[in-house]
């Protein structure tokens, strides 16, 4: 695959290329719209059970990771 990581993986193959979490074919951009709209790690999880917990939080700690290294 191409771009793959332990949290979130790109291959043409899956969804055109687009971000999904590593292993499954849930879009990262339905966890975030998930997020803006107000609903909760719990919903998102409810109703995409292939993505785990740790592969959310490892995601909004590499999101945090990436906002923190570009302000420093």
Do not use: C, H
Request: charged residues 20%.
């Amino acid at each position: 695959m191409i771009g793959t990581s332990s949290t979130i993986s790109v291959s043409p193959e899956i969804m055109s290329g687009t971000p999904v979490f590593a292993g499954t074919r849930v879009p990262v951009q339905t966890f975030l719209d998930y997020l803006k709209a107000g609903e909760s790690i719990d919903d998102f999880l409810d109703g995409f059970p292939t993505v785990s917990r740790q592969q959310v939080i490892k995601l909004l700690e590499e999101i945090g990771s990436s906002i923190a290294d570009r302000a420093a």
